[in-house]
């Protein structure tokens, strides 16, 4: 069964060091996303994506995260300086479509802890 | 605001037993909603769906109800099995042109042998 992976599971940074979390979307799907969930609480929205631009982000989203899709298998988020209370699990997630019915696979997330 | 939030943070139920977790959304422009089953270390697993103009559905031992006047949806897992236990999620998603998913707080689902 086809699934979305993300590597590294998990990953450990110093506050203010720049860190990129990968994702490899099932590979007919067309849109991606990224969540992230803070221990203990519920998945958040960050940001989706659909034909190489942002097509809705959350408040959450501000200037310190982007994403890519830099070849025709990767979407990556990055954190360009990472806080202590960006440490949380980032999912990503793909779909095949926006349209009614819009199933959205995740992966199996990473762990991020900023020290 | 809108939200999305769970009645019951843990729900403890023996083995065979039916287990029902119950959402209640705020959104009513929302029109199509989704359970998903998160097991420790995992991500969010799709368990069932149901669009607003559908009031149930049935798949595989688990049924979703969907109840628009009150905004509330149920998730009903029958013959509950120890590999069940999970934490799930109710996430809601206002349709086509939008892509976000805005979920519950999550029911731990306890299931003892």
């Known amino acids: 069964e086809p699934e979305v992976t993300q590597t590294p599971s998990h990953q450990v940074t110093q506050m203010g060091q720049e860190v990129i979390l990968r994702c490899v979307p099932i590979?007919?799907?067309?849109?991606f996303y990224w969540y992230r969930q803070i221990l203990g609480q519920k998945v958040e929205f960050l940001v989706s994506?659909?034909?190489?631009?942002?097509?809705?982000k959350s408040e959450i989203f501000d200037d310190q995260f982007s994403v890519e899709r830099p070849d025709g298998s990767n979407f990556t988020l990055k954190i360009r300086s990472t806080k202590l209370e960006d440490s949380a699990m980032y999912f990503c997630?793909?779909?095949?479509?926006?349209?009614?019915?819009?199933?959205?696979?995740f992966g199996a997330g990473t762990r991020l802890s900023v020290l | 605001g809108e939200s999305v939030g769970l009645h019951l943070p843990t729900l403890s139920v023996q083995e065979g037993d039916n287990s029902i977790i119950n959402c209640a959304y705020s959104n009513s422009a929302s029109d199509y909603f989704i359970w998903y089953k998160q097991e420790s270390g995992k991500g969010p697993q799709f368990i069932i769906d149901?669009?607003?103009?559908?009031d149930k559905r049935q798949g595989q031992r688990v049924t979703v109800l969907l109840n628009k006047t009150v905004k509330h949806l149920s998730l009903q897992i029958a013959a509950t099995q120890p590999g069940d236990s999970a934490v799930y999620f109710c996430?809601?998603?206002?349709?086509?042109?939008?892509?976000?998913?805005?979920f519950g707080k999550g029911t731990m689902l306890l299931v003892s042998p």
């Open positions: 996430a809601e998603n206002r349709g086509s042109g939008y892509s976000t998913l805005t």
């Open positions: 149901i669009r607003s103009n559908m």
């Open positions: 994506f659909y034909n190489n631009e942002i097509s809705e």
């Open positions: 590979s007919n799907h067309l849109y």
């Open positions: 997630a793909s779909s095949e479509a926006l349209r009614e019915g819009n199933i959205q696979y």
